[in-house]
């Protein structure tokens, strides 16, 4: 039979472990600011996500979040539409939205204010043959992360290297030499591909 301490303790030990459990998940342990891409070609299909969540230990957005949550465009709001609301007032700690490219091209400045702090973000909208960065190739043209980067290249090796099993009727005859394949192999690497 427990005592009146013992009791007590056990209480106190419960009452400790309900709180360390509540804290767990109310108590953020981790952020995340994230637009994703944050350059885009002007007028063109796609979106560009925006996305804010402050996490508990695990994993998953904090239930509450006491303080507003506003996304702001200071400036280039002519070059974007908005999908989905740009506030939120309560509910868990997450918000997302897109934003689609509708105007001219430069740039659009967000801003994220969390009640917490605000977290600015640059979204380049480029043109189809404009050079903004002026390095000789136009912006279209540019391969802009990584992502995009190691598709071109598997796109550009499996293009070039499949020319040696059978020659695609699109390269033309009169370019079948060392230089035709690589501009064949870039050309055809930088097209929008599908699953077909």
Known sequence: MKTGRQFGWSIGLGAGL????????LVPVSSTYALNPTNMVAG??????????????YGSPVPFWPWDVQV??????????????????SGAARLELAFIPKGP?????????????????????????EDVDEDGFPDM???WDDGDRLAFRRW?????????????N???????????????????????????
């Open 18 to 25: 309900l709180v360390l459990f509540v804290a767990s998940i």
């Open 44 to 57: 063109t299909q796609g979106s560009a996500r925006l996305v804010w969540e402050e996490n508990s230990i």
């Open 72 to 89: 702001s465009v200071l400036s280039g709001r002519q070059r974007v539409s908005l999908i989905g609301k740009a506030a939120r007032r």
């Open 105 to 129: 091209s430069g740039d659009v400045v967000l801003q994220i204010d969390t009640g917490v702090c605000k977290k600015k973000f640059r979204l380049r909208l480029t043109g189809g043959a």
């Open 141 to 143: 043209a540019e391969l």
């Open 156 to 168: 550009f090796v499996a293009i070039a290297e499949s020319q040696f099993y059978s020659v695609d």
């Open 170 to 196: 699109r390269w033309a005859r009169v370019n079948r030499d060392c230089a035709g394949l690589a501009r064949f192999a870039y050309m055809q690497a930088m097209r929008r591909h599908d699953a077909a």
